[in-house]
Each structure stands twice: as C-alpha cells, then as structure tokens.
T-cell receptor
C-alpha cells in the first residue's frame, strides 16, 4: 500500500534533549511538509521541501531542523532550543508537480511530550 | 498572506440532521481550497478540494462544499449526518504562484469539532 508513515507514534523527551521524528513516503511525491498541531490552533507549517536537498522554513521554524537527503524521507529534529515542543506533529507529502493542482496527503502523526 | 477563519469551534447535531460547517478565507487571487477531517489522535484525511471550474464540489462520505467568491466562503455540507462523522474538520487555503500553479503551502483554519448525538 502506498502511503506516509511516521514513527514513533508516541515520543517522550527530557528537557534539553534533541529528538528526531521520522517521516517516510512511498508515493513518489517530490514535496514533503512538517506541521505542528496544538489544540485550538489548527496546523502550523514548520518546514517544507519541494525537492531533494532543498527545503524552506515555514511559519514556525525556530527550534527545529530538517534534512532531505532522499526523496522518500524527511526527518524532523526538535532541538533543545524549541521552548515548547509538546505537540502533535504531522508530516505530509504532495506531488509538487509544476503546472498541476497539488494536494497534500498526511501521515498518522507523532505525539511528542516533554517531561 | 492568506488566512482562514472557521467561526464555529464546536458544533453539535443530532444523527440524521443536516450539517453546515463554515469557512471564510482571505486571499488575493483565486484560491485553492480544501476540507480535511481528523479523528482523535489520527492524521488528516482529505474530504474534498476546489481548484477551478464547478463551484459545487463533491467529496467522500457524502460531503459537498460550495465555493462562493463573492462571500470568500467555502462551506462544507452534508444532508444527513451519521454518528461516524464525529471528528474535527479543517478548512485550508493553498497559494498559487505567479503562473497560477499551486505550490503546496497550505494555511489551515483552527478547526471545528463536530459532536453527533444519537
């Protein structure tokens, strides 16, 4: 089955630690995205990548980092600089093909809790 | 910059009743518009989308939405709600580049939680 997988489903972190959230897709999509979801605030874009080895900051990139070394993978690192990292993190992907309409499809999410 | 407003944080309906969830957007050009649904602790599932053409869009699970440019709205409707429709619903607007092509930066509304009474 084609789709987007995120791991782990639940993640606990001590203050001061960096953690990396995994996102993998087998949809052959060029573009990938990371969102943060907090209750009552909808989804906010952290980073996005439209092609391998390239990525752009979204609206709330401070305290986060990403890499895009492979088309199918877009890991997100939550660094110790992120002041309030407890949230639900969603990864998405889309074809990103120029000249066509573009639709994002989402993974199941990772819930990060800072202890 | 684009923005999306979902005026209703929480809506309660009885099973079998009709449903309308409101979405208003702000965007300088013709937008791309989406409705997604999220069950607790899950990812988002696409219900329907509007890119161009017919302003009444049909989606999955019996949902439809109508794009009204004059009102900057994209309200989601369902004629008869089922208990399994209880979830959180998100409206989103996508940007277009100068050539009219979408590029996937979406802006989401705050969501509307739907409760269905038996």
């Amino acid at each position: 089955d084609g789709g987007i997988t995120q791991s782990p489903k639940y993640l606990f972190r001590k203050e001061g630690q960096n953690v990396t959230l995994s996102c993998e897709q087998n949809l052959n999509h060029d573009a990938m995205y990371w969102y943060r979801q907090d209750p009552g605030q909808g989804l906010r874009l952290i980073y996005y990548s439209q092609i391998v080895n390239d990525f752009q900051k979204g609206d709330i990139a401070e305290g986060y980092s990403v890499s895009r070394e492979k088309k199918e993978s877009f890991p997100l690192t939550v660094t110790s600089a992120q002041k309030n990292p407890t949230a639900f993190y969603l990864c998405a992907s889309s074809t990103g093909t120029s000249g066509s309409s573009d639709t994002q499809y989402f993974g199941p999410g990772t819930r990060l809790t800072v202890l | 910059a684009q923005s999306v407003t979902q005026p209703d944080i929480h809506i309660t309906v009885s099973e079998g009743a009709s449903l309308e969830l409101r979405c208003n957007y702000s965007y300088g050009a013709t937008p791309y518009l989406f409705w997604y649904v999220q069950s607790p602790g899950q990812g988002l599932q696409l219900l329907l989308k509007y890119f161009s053409g017919d302003t009444l869009v049909q989606g999955i699970k019996g949902f439809e939405a109508e794009f009204k440019r004059s009102q900057s709205s994209f309200n989601l409707r369902k004629p008869s709600v089922h208990w399994s429709d209880a979830a959180e619903y998100f409206c989103a607007v996508g940007a277009r580049d100068a050539g009219g092509t979408s590029y996937g930066k979406l802006t989401f509304g705050q969501g509307t939680i739907l409760t269905v009474h038996p």
